[in-house]
């Protein structure tokens, strides 16, 4: 009897079959020099250029509209999607809280990620910053602070900071990155079970990286933030653990 652990031969198949349509779709896409919110060919017209049937046309179609590359609008078409990082983020929230049901391996190396990113860029962020995006950092740690002396929790200043930080980049691609992980670090927040968070703690620690970026120390900025991921990726192995 076969394990039922392995994937039958024919069933593999299919599936790299389907995995080449979809490579295929995407190759199209750009060789068309389609842009987002462009029409796709028809389903017909895809069934001819492709050389498939319709019924593995659309099983292909579903999962490419999962992963946010088309779009289809019922009565209206298919069309190559904006930029959406919606799917991505779903998908790594989900690796997270399932790894903490193990060893919290993979929710570590998230929170690794965006450690990475955030100290690894903050220097060229800093480079590039004006003094009215320097301001606008400084107001969102006032409103923590604002927030932490009435005990009131301030998860969108917080976000707002993080992003404030790497918005003198222009990089759009960041922002969106930094967005995704930040929808996953809270996630993730949520199921090691934060319990009675320090939050005047909390304000201090973005002070301390808003002040080494106003003077304009890079090492001590990169440090500041490090140290802002370390109490959070010892309470994911503590939750892990548990």
């Given amino acids: 009897m076969q394990p039922s652990n392995v994937v039958p031969p024919a069933r593999f198949s299919a599936q790299a079959r389907l995995r080449?349509?979809?490579?295929?779709?995407?190759?199209?896409?750009?060789d068309r020099?389609?842009?987002?919110?462009?029409?796709?060919?028809?389903?017909?017209?895809?069934?001819?250029?492709?050389?498939?049937?319709?019924?593995t046309l659309r099983e292909s179609l579903k999962?490419?509209?999962?992963?946010?590359?088309?779009?289809?609008?019922?009565?209206?078409?298919?069309?190559v999607a904006p930029s959406n990082f919606e799917s991505l983020a779903d998908g790594?929230?989900?690796?997270?809280?399932l790894s903490l049901r193990h060893h919290g391996q993979e929710a570590r190396q998230l929170v690794d990620v965006r450690q990475a990113l955030e100290a690894g860029l903050i220097g060229s962020a800093m480079d590039e910053m004006t003094a009215g995006q320097l301001?606008?950092?400084?107001?969102?740690?006032?409103?923590?602070e604002q927030s932490a002396a009435v005990?009131?929790?301030?998860?969108e200043a917080d976000a707002e900071f993080h992003r404030r930080l790497f918005e003198p980049l222009n990089n759009e691609l960041l922002l969106n990155l930094l967005g995704v992980f930040?929808?996953?670090?809270?996630?993730?927040?949520?199921?090691?079970?934060?319990?009675v968070e320090d939050l005047p703690a909390l304000a201090a620690v973005h002070r301390n990286i808003y002040s080494a970026v106003a003077a304009g120390d890079?090492?001590?900025?990169?440090?500041?933030?490090?140290r802002h991921f370390e109490g959070f990726r010892q309470r994911v192995v503590e939750a892990a653990g548990r």
């Avoid at 005990?151 to 998860?155: C, M, Y």
């Avoid at 993730?188 to 934060?194: K, L």
Wanted: net charge negative.
């Fill in 151 to 155: 005990g009131e929790a301030f998860v």
């Fill in 63 to 79: 999962v490419l509209q999962a992963l946010g590359v088309i779009e289809i609008r019922h009565g209206f078409g298919m069309f």
């Fill in 92 to 97: 790594l929230i989900f690796r997270g809280r």
């Fill in 135 to 144: 301001a606008a950092i400084e107001e969102s740690v006032i409103r923590m």
């Fill in 218 to 226: 890079k090492d001590r900025a990169a440090r500041e933030l490090t």
């Fill in 182 to 195: 930040w929808k996953v670090y809270r996630k993730i927040y949520t199921e090691v079970g934060p319990g």
């Fill in 33 to 55: 020099e389609l842009e987002p919110g462009d029409a796709l060919p028809t389903e017909n017209e895809l069934c001819l250029a492709l050389g498939v049937g319709r019924n």
């Fill in 20 to 30: 080449a349509l979809q490579s295929d779709i995407m190759e199209l896409i750009l």
